[in-house]
């Protein structure tokens, strides 16, 4: 399994975190097409935290790297890495990958 699929998958496992705290209506697909932040998204503000601390903590777990996803470098992007589940994803490879050099 290469990163970008492990990464996936620590992702989607937040996502299972998250979708056993809120109505059945408001739980995320598991797709790197969902929608995380803006119109589309079925994440208020405390639900996005709630998975990007996840997150965090999943891929601290898998690669025993400790990231700050939501970090003044995310938030001044022109695309916001939180947009979908795949902008997600492609960042933290991102910041992996600048880790391991």
Known sequence: MGNKD?????????????????????????SSETILVGDGSNLDSIGLVSLIVTA?????????????????????????PFRTVGSLVDYVELLINEVAE
């Open 6 to 30: 492990k990464i996936l998958e620590a992702v989607y496992d937040a996502i299972r975190e998250v979708n056993e705290q809120v109505d059945e209506e408001q739980q995320l697909e598991l």
């Open 56 to 80: 965090e903590q999943n891929i601290e777990d898998m690669f025993g790297l400790s990231l700050t996803l939501a970090d003044e470098k995310a938030l001044s992007q022109e695309q916001s």
